[in-house]
């Protein structure tokens, strides 16, 4: 079975420009997580989606980031305009339910300039 | 607020040495314990705990829970390089809408040949 895919890999970008990181979970799963990951912060999670709609956005910064998940198979983490804060690497996550263990993805490494 | 305390944040060991982590938590409406191992990249889902008392074990790894003093260990025996890692304790609180899970900040695990 495949696992989470994310896209890009890397990405790094001049401060300002909009940034958009993408997320397949696996086939069958209902629940899927975005976090970040910094070195200060640990894993933080900033929004959660059940059967595609935002169930908890608590945890999404500012404005500046906003997540869509149009079908159960694709999901977007948007920033505009990126700041150099942002820097960090975000992650995807899915499971088959909300309260059973996470698959994540390889996650985007965003360095903002 | 709901809190996770990992200890110790690193450790060093020599190979074949015994390692213990400790992982405690103040989370409302307790659910289950999660721990994971993150290597260079995502992190993978190691033991998932609901009740006290029963220990679970997947090779030279074992975990443990207390819900009574809140807290749980992970277990690593004759450990290996390959064991080098961040783990990360996760626990799970209901909350109105879903159970969330909290990641604590890890403890990162050298394990030197």
């Known amino acids: 079975d495949a696992g989470v895919i994310q896209s890009p890999r890397h990405e790094v970008t001049e401060m300002g420009q909009e940034v958009t990181l993408r997320c397949k979970p696996i086939s069958g799963h209902n629940s899927l997580f975005w976090y970040r990951q910094t070195m200060m912060r640990g894993l933080e999670l900033l929004i959660y989606?059940?059967?595609?709609?935002?169930?908890?956005d608590s945890g999404m910064p500012e404005d500046r980031f906003s997540a869509k998940m149009p079908n159960a198979s694709f999901s977007t983490l948007k920033i505009q305009p990126s700041e150099p804060r942002d820097s960090a690497v975000y992650f995807c996550?899915?499971?088959?339910?909300?309260?059973?263990?996470?698959?994540f993805g390889d996650g985007t490494r965003l360095s903002i300039l | 607020e709901d809190k996770v305390v990992q200890s110790p944040l690193s450790l060093v060991v020599h190979e074949g040495d015994t390692v213990t982590l400790n992982c405690s938590y103040e989370?409302?409406?307790?659910?289950?314990l999660l721990w994971y191992k993150q290597e260079k990249k995502a992190p993978t889902f190691l033991f998932m705990l609901?009740?006290?008392?029963i220990e679970k074990k997947s090779g030279r790894l074992s975990s443990i829970l207390d819900k009574k003093e809140l807290f749980s260990i992970l277990n690593i025996t004759a450990t290996q390089t390959g064991d080098s890692a961040i783990y990360l304790c996760?626990?799970?609180?209901?909350?109105?809408?879903?159970?969330?899970?909290?990641f604590g900040p890890g403890t990162s695990l050298s394990v030197i040949p």
């Open positions: 989370v409302t409406n307790f659910r289950s």
């Open positions: 989606f059940n059967n595609n709609v935002p169930i908890d």
């Open positions: 609901t009740s006290s008392g």
């Open positions: 996550a899915s499971s088959l339910l909300g309260n059973q263990p996470q698959h």
């Open positions: 996760a626990p799970l609180g209901a909350k109105t809408s879903y159970d969330k899970v909290i």
